[in-house]
């Protein structure tokens, strides 16, 4: 073949070389053509389909789609080659060992014995009155609580537990489902573990909030406590998608950390993030991995297990810091002089947001890591000043200058544009649930549905592709029960609630506690009613200044920064639009920005007519108001001003002070 | 030693922030602008008729209304500062130049507004955004919004001259009180200083609240007393301190420090003399308000300020404040509540003690600390402890 080929080029190399040939001019003589006539032929009619149907037939035929599918997140990631000190980590394991000794020599086993059989006792006890109770009821009743589940959700809770008695009867399908769900839940996290399962298996013997996250599948029962139908599948979905990102993180900050897996290769690609700083900047850095670094470890274990963050907060309050500050940089902090947090990460992005306490934190950070290169994203705190934006979008131009140069990596603005066009599409699904929500049938409330829109707009912010999925499916559910005007909380629909101000982590289902127990509906809260507008996806300039839009409005910080009007006159104004009737007031009593304004909410709220039930925490430290406290503001509220009686009196008082 | 001449009017003034002297200035056509925090520069407020009122709260008793509207959780003296307006002790201003520098001071400026507590027609309540670092782009931030929202505020409110001559020549009068004070503050370096701290404390405190031209002719004469001033023989206290810090506008603390025996040599804090009383060197081809911020921004010890270069330096100023001033000691303080300087104490006072090597004595206090039996144990304690180190070291008893 190839000797034809240079035969073939050897030839035309010969023409090219050849001299020009002038042909003569000869003139062709004239043909007249004999004429012939055609038959004629009847063609049948046809009738040519409307333009509508033709569009709608056009819009119906779903294309293939060519675009090639990324994996997320990057297979190469897990892959990355780990690096144990596998004899430290025998030293460690003996210490653990040890501890694990004396506790055992130490505990009190009569009391240990003596506490089981009593345990034996109140379940037997308490399966003898559920079977007494259901003997007692009427076949309408019993068919009833077949179908649609028990009604006495309190009596799920015993004294002194830290879990549930038992799973809640839902009604046959959905006890079905919601137990499927539970299997699912547990498949997801047993396979994001195995991806590299050793490290991630040895961070329990590093960290105690490692071993808080076993429980995380009781959080997720926690949360849908009492849901039912659509509500629950909508839940379902949503905190599945918030666990996976949680599993995955978790792998990772295990390889990753000098403790641990040790991974070099991995160590070189992660970006560390200040808490609640919200990734989308990462969305530029497609061959990076962001990660948001006390999330894991604080932030979110606090929402899992109440008692997680106390040991920090005691440590750092050793260590000399006022007992006043936010427990949320209180923690990371106290985490830091624990050495709780895991030694990661190429570089660190620290932040001024959302408020005083999480500026000073990273001197924590810098005092821990001191060889961590640490970039200081600062965005005005007057943000609707317009003046301030180009600062602003300055600021996020050095940080992407910065990430560049400690990781070698480069921006990539395709890779941006995308990623925000997905995240434009989840913003658009996120509007359409609030439309849903103001009307007289609101579908999507509960915590699942909080926590999922906080941890969408703060950390996912569109870099993963699978998210979108669960978008479509929840809005499609969402629709379709509103359609048929269902119940989300099916018998408890009572009154429309707003929640301002921030959640105590440690009660992070409480809009759950008070919808089961009062019928007080949490429409919307004020952490997720932040910035909605739509991100440039075309031009540069506008796009950075739309990106420090969005995160000089992100979580908590919309809201308390940039004036009173953001939190104050906001408040009246959504209470509108909601048409709500009850607001739920939370005050973390250490949360200055917010505490500096009770007077003024107060004195407004009185004039406008709305129920304020003012609801003292201190975020991560149950210790200081409890959860039974937390409630018996609302039980107060409820029985002497709005004159009520609760839909589930089993509700009314029960003990959870040690319940996860 | 002689009492200072006009020390008790000094003192006098400073019981009310509508002083004799600000009375004064109004009755002349001057108008009083307020401000709170080193962030706004103080000489930008003394152009044109304006002069400038740093704000305290002195003689505060209850603060239960303003508790009401802020909470029982929050600092100290943005509350104080709530009462006394509710109160009406800021009717005499005629603009209020706020910063959103932390949150609770914010919200007091924000209350003056909510709660209408100053009615005059042209008055004025204008927030500023600060930054965090310093960088061109945020030195240029500061620089607009010091223009727009500030002195543009001022001109377009009462017709102020904001030119460029107006602030170099409202600079000039600045630089003459930061070169008394200065002068005064060298004297503490002595070995047997011929100014106390509470008298360095109240004098340093009028040129904050009086209006500058006024004050000038007391600070000058006060100079040259204490030039000629003659100190006891033996000197009257145990130890030196230096105190560092947030705000501090109270000269009761430093009096109820120096009856315990300490000598307060060095005043690291809001309202003390580093930074506020540094002098300004402008050059001419240059705005003056460009020269201005990016001095302040650089001259700042605020533990707001979150990039590592200003972390180093607070820590490096305490550090050569203590040593340039002889002190035996440090005291870290932090007004109760306050988020910046709670995390900056706690950390710092570790770092101060064990990498430096300084005594620390680590305290947070209330607005009105002077009537505190519990800082007056602490504080005898530490001076104790400085002595007998001292002792120890072979030092004088």
Redesign the interface.
């Known amino acids: 073949m190839a000797d034809i080929m240079n035969a073939i080029g050897r030839t035309l190399d010969l023409a090219n070389d050849l001299p020009p040939i002038h042909m003569p001019d000869v003139k062709l003589p004239k043909v007249d053509l004999p004429k012939v006539k055609l038959p004629k032929v009847d063609l049948p009619k046809v009738e040519l389909p409307k333009a509508e149907t033709v569009k709608k037939k056009i819009a119906g035929i779903s294309l293939p789609k060519f675009e090639k599918k990324v994996k997320y997140p990057n297979p190469a990631f897990f892959k990355a080659k780990d690096n144990m000190d596998w004899k430290a980590q025998g030293e460690n394991l003996k210490e653990v060992g040890g501890i694990i000794l004396q506790l055992f020599k130490e505990c009190d086993w009569k009391e240990f014995v003596l506490r089981q059989k009593n345990g034996i006792a109140a379940d037997f006890a308490r399966i003898k009155s559920e079977c007494g109770a259901f003997a007692a009821m009427t076949p309408e009743e019993r068919k009833d609580i077949f179908l649609h589940g028990e009604k006495q959700l309190g009596k799920l809770y015993r004294s002194g537990c830290m879990a549930t008695v038992r799973r809640e009867w839902r009604g046959a399908k959905d006890t079905a489902y919601d137990f499927y769900e539970w299997l699912h839940m547990w498949g997801m996290l047993l396979g994001t573990f195995s991806k590299d399962l050793v490290p991630a298996l040895n961070a329990t013997f590093h960290y105690r909030w490692m071993i808080s996250y076993m429980c995380c599948v009781g959080f997720m029962d926690k949360n849908t406590l009492g849901q039912k139908g659509s509500a629950l599948r909508m839940s379902h979905l949503m905190i599945y998608d918030i666990f996976r990102y949680v599993a995955e993180n978790l792998v990772f900050l295990a390889k990753c950390d000098a403790k641990n897996g040790n991974s070099a290769e991995l160590n070189k690609k992660v970006v560390l993030f200040d808490e609640m700083t919200m990734g989308q900047i990462m969305a530029g850095f497609p061959d990076l991995l962001g990660i948001p670094y006390q999330l894991m470890p604080v932030f979110l274990v606090s929402e899992i297990d109440q008692l997680t963050c106390v040991p920090y907060i005691d440590a750092?309050e050793s260590?000399?810091?006022?007992a006043?500050?936010?427990p949320v940089?209180s923690s990371e902090?106290g985490a830091l002089v624990l050495d709780a947090l895991p030694h990661m990460g190429a570089c660190f992005i620290?932040s001024?947001m959302p408020?005083?306490?999480s500026?000073?934190?990273?001197?924590?950070m810098?005092?821990r890591f001191p060889d961590l290169p640490?970039f200081?994203l600062?965005f005005?705190?007057?943000y609707e000043?317009e003046?301030?934006v180009a600062?602003a979008a300055?600021?996020i131009k050095?940080c992407i200058r910065f990430v560049e140069e400690k990781t070698g990596a480069k921006w990539n603005w395709d890779a941006y544009f995308r990623n925000m066009k997905r995240f434009n599409e989840e913003t658009k699904y996120e509007l359409e649930k609030w439309e849903v929500n103001k009307t007289p049938y609101p579908q999507i409330i509960g915590p699942a549905y909080e926590l999922f829109r906080k941890w969408n707009y703060e950390m996912d912010g569109g870099s993963d592709p699978r998210v979108p999925k669960t978008f479509r499916k929840v809005d499609k559910i969402m629709k379709q029960a509103y359609e048929r005007r269902e119940e989300a909380w099916r018998g408890k629909m009572k009154y429309r609630g707003i929640v301002w101000s921030c959640p105590a982590h440690y009660y992070a289902n409480f809009s759950n506690w008070i919808a089961n127990c009062w019928g007080v509906d949490i429409l919307v809260e004020m952490e997720s009613l932040n910035f909605t507008k739509p991100l440039e996806t075309e031009d540069k300039e506008l796009a950075l200044q739309d990106l420090a839009r969005l995160y000089e409005r992100m979580v908590m910080r919309r809201h308390?920064?940039?004036?009173?009007r953001n939190v104050v006159d906001e408040l009246w104004r959504q209470c509108e639009a909601w048409n709500v009737e009850l607001i739920i007031m939370y005050?973390n009593?250490?949360c200055?920005?917010m505490?500096?304004?009770?007077?003024?909410l107060d004195e407004q709220a009185r004039d406008k007519g709305y129920h304020m039930i003012w609801i003292e925490h201190d975020l991560m430290d149950p210790r200081t108001v409890s959860r039974k406290s937390m409630r018996a503001k609302v039980n107060e509220y409820m029985r002497t001003v709005m004159k009520a009686e609760p839909v589930d009196p089993s509700l009314v008082e029960f003990d959870d002070e040690n319940a996860m | 030693m002689k009492d200072l001449k006009h020390l008790i009017y000094f003192e006098n003034l400073l019981e009310n922030a509508d002083n004799e002297l600000v009375e004064q200035a109004k009755a002349e056509g001057g108008l009083a602008i307020g401000y709170t925090c080193y962030h706004i520069p103080e000489v930008l407020l003394n152009v044109g008729d304006c002069f400038s009122v740093r704000l305290r709260a002195p003689r505060t008793g209850s603060i239960d209304i303003a508790t009401y509207y802020m909470s029982n959780y929050t600092c100290e003296f943005a509350r104080a500062l709530v009462e006394r307006g509710i109160e009406g002790g800021f009717n005499f201003l005629d603009g209020l130049a706020g910063v959103d520098a932390c949150s609770m001071m914010n919200r007091f400026y924000e209350h003056f507004e909510i709660l209408k507590m100053n009615e005059k027609p042209n008055f004025f309540v204008t927030h500023t955004d600060m930054p965090y670092k310093i960088e061109d782009y945020t030195v240029r931030s500061y620089v607009k919004q010091m223009q727009i929202r500030l002195l543009d505020v001022i001109h377009q409110s009462y017709g102020v001259d904001v030119s460029d001559a107006a602030i170099r020549k409202a600079v000039e009068e600045h630089n003459e009180v930061c070169r008394i004070i200065q002068e005064m503050a060298q004297m503490r370096k002595a070995d047997n200083p011929v100014i106390t701290g509470y008298e360095f404390h109240i004098i340093n405190l009028v040129s904050y609240t009086c209006p500058k031209r006024l004050i000038l002719p007391y600070l000058r004469e006060t100079l040259e007393e204490l030039k000629t001033r003659e100190p006891d023989v033996k000197p009257p206290y145990r130890a030196r301190v230096a105190i560092v810090g947030s705000e501090i506008d109270d000269p009761g603390f430093t009096k109820l420090l120096e009856e315990c025996g300490a000598l307060v040599v060095s005043d690291r804090y809001c309202f003390g003399s580093t930074p506020g009383r540094e002098v300004l060197e402008l050059k001419d081809d240059e705005p003056a308000l460009e020269q201005i911020c990016r001095r302040y921004m650089e001259l700042s010890e605020c533990a707001r300020y979150i990039s590592d270069e200003k972390v180093a330096q607070r820590r490096e100023t305490a550090d050569r404040l203590a040593r340039e001033y002889r002190a035996d000691g440090i005291i870290y303080e932090q007004m109760k509540y306050c988020d910046f300087w709670g995390f900056e104490r706690a950390l710092v006072s570790h770092i101060m003690s064990e990498e430096k090597g300084w005594p620390v004595l680590s305290i947070d206090r209330v607005y009105n600390a002077k009537a505190s039996g519990q800082l007056r144990t602490r504080f005898q304690a530490f001076v104790e402890s400085l002595e007998i180190k001292r002792i120890q070291k072979g030092g004088r008893s």
Request: glycine share 10%.
């Open positions: 750092v260590f000399g810091l006022p006043d500050t936010c940089p902090c620290s001024s408020c005083d306490g500026v000073m934190a990273s001197s924590y810098a005092r640490v200081h600062t005005p705190v007057r000043y003046e301030t600062d300055e600021d050095a308390t920064n940039g004036g009173y005050q009593v250490a200055k920005n505490s500096t304004l009770q007077g003024i």
